[in-house]
């Protein structure tokens, strides 16, 4: 079974901080894949990043980092200098060839940033 | 490239109404995914299909049926509608991975679906 654990139901933040989410996962798979998902008002899914389990790197693209630890299983993602676009909803999610490839979500974070 | 394409975008259904939401895709996914989701709440698969003539139940698959007769095409159909089906419905594809490839799942932008 595969589950996601996104602790952080709602953050509140003011422009120009830097917004960390957490992501707790639990497979049962050696080979997987992370991902994280934007969700704004308007209701699309927005692909951001993706991680394969093995690949431990982590890196900066733009304002978006990744902390990608398998010892802990914890896939953070945090926004340096948010801006009021990064309103949203963010999802964490996970997929696996034992189950093809099936995402499966956490319950997702809402992330305010107030001018 | 259209990628996924669902239809319609808006639908409200009395109780006891059934439809069809569709799901098409041009990229050649062998696999698509419904996902319904839920005011505040994360995605839950419904069913979901691995190529054509192949489908299989999610988390959550009552009061749904799909098909797959060609690799394009997913349709999701619910029979008799109820209150409890009012969500936002995506759907999803992905082609076969290997090892160090990047894909994640294509999603369409949702059938916002309300039963009164």
């Known amino acids: 079974a595969q589950k996601v654990t996104q602790a952080q139901t709602e953050i509140s933040v003011v422009e120009k901080e830097d917004v960390t989410l957490d992501c707790v996962y639990e497979?049962?798979?050696?080979?997987?894949?992370l991902f994280w998902y934007k969700q704004p008002p308007s209701g699309e899914l927005v692909f951001l990043i993706r991680?394969?389990?093995?690949?431990?790197q982590n890196e900066i693209s733009g304002r978006y980092s990744w902390n990608f630890q398998k010892s802990t299983s914890s896939f953070n993602f945090t926004i340096t200098a948010s801006q009021v676009v990064d309103s949203a909803v963010y999802f964490c999610?996970?997929?696996?060839?034992?189950?093809?490839?099936?995402?499966?979500f956490g319950a997702g974070t809402t992330v305010t940033v107030r001018a | 490239n259209a990628g996924v394409t669902q239809t319609p975008k808006f639908r409200i259904l009395k109780i006891g109404q059934s439809m069809t939401l569709q799901c098409t895709q041009d990229?050649?996914?062998?696999?698509m995914y419904w996902y319904r989701q839920d005011p505040g709440m994360g995605l839950k698969l419904i069913y979901y299909?691995?190529?054509?003539?192949?489908?299989d139940k999610g988390e959550v698959p009552n009061g749904y049926n799909v098909s797959r007769s060609t690799t394009e095409d997913f349709p999701l159909r619910l029979e008799l509608a109820a209150p409890s089906q009012t969500s936002v419905y995506f759907c999803?594809?992905?082609?076969?991975?290997?090892?160090?490839?990047?894909?994640?799942?294509?999603f369409g932008d949702g059938t916002r679906l309300s039963i009164l």
């Open positions: 497979t049962r798979d050696t080979t997987y894949y």
């Open positions: 299909s691995v190529g054509a003539g192949i489908t």
């Open positions: 991680r394969n389990s093995f690949d431990e």
């Open positions: 999803a594809s992905i082609g076969r991975t290997h090892r160090g490839s990047n894909q994640p799942q294509h």
């Open positions: 999610a996970l997929s696996g060839p034992s189950n093809d490839y099936k995402l499966s």
């Open positions: 990229m050649n996914h062998n696999y």
